[in-house]
């Protein structure tokens, strides 16, 4: 996902994040996998309030087994 300069701090990169979201559960899928770089301290920064879990430096996580569908 890529959101442009002008677009940032609107919101839209959460409405993305949080769509994808909604359609791995609509899919019934048992998670969702990014990867960022080590300096998108923003990006990082929105993933883990979205719940993701960063498992190393450049990978985040969000499992979706304990979302009630």
């Not at 998108?40 to 979706?64: H, M, P, T």
């Amino acid at each position: 996902m890529f959101v442009t300069e002008a677009s940032r701090r609107t919101g839209v990169a959460r409405l993305l994040m949080n769509r994808a979201r909604q359609f791995a559960i609509d899919t019934h899928a048992k998670g969702l996998f990014l990867e960022t770089a080590h300096d998108n301290i923003k990006g990082q920064a929105l993933y883990e309030s979205l719940g993701y879990k960063k498992n190393s430096e450049f990978y985040y996580f969000l499992d979706l087994q304990d979302v009630t569908r």
